[in-house]
């Protein structure tokens, strides 16, 4: 029953009930299966309703979570969001180290690699 939770997060989302679809994502960050979904769910509507500090660490949580390990496009999407959102912030040193996450997960991805390098320019 707990996986009903993401459609009805979403559909709460879809009818501007942005606090009451963070609750219903909140539920279920404990169960195995779903918290890493949920957890990038949660970041993204955290992020839409202004609260940084809250998003990142969302994000944070859907990409670091051990066991079960998220699934390598959620960690990807998770790590990615966080990167944007700390750079659109002006967060650099966040920005930095949630690109040298994604560098980790895509050694050869030369846009992540002059990302960095732009990034790893620029003042804390």
Request: proline share 6%; charged share 25%.
């Amino acid at each position: 029953q707990n996986w009903l939770n993401l459609p009805l997060a979403t559909a709460l989302e879809n009818l501007g009930k942005i606090d009451q679809a963070i609750e219903c994502l909140q539920s279920i960050l404990h169960v195995p299966q779903l918290r890493a979904k949920a957890a990038l769910n949660l970041g993204k509507l955290l992020e839409r309703a202004g609260r940084i500090p809250q998003a990142l660490s969302a994000f944070r949580r859907a990409a670091m979570f051990r066991v079960p390990e998220p699934p390598e496009d959620i960690k990807l999407a998770a790590v990615s969001s966080a990167a944007n959102l700390a750079e659109k912030h002006g967060l650099v040193d966040s920005a930095r180290r949630y690109c040298q996450m994604l560098l980790e997960m895509q050694p050869n991805n030369s846009a992540i690699q002059d990302r960095l390098r732009r990034l790893e320019q620029m003042p804390l």
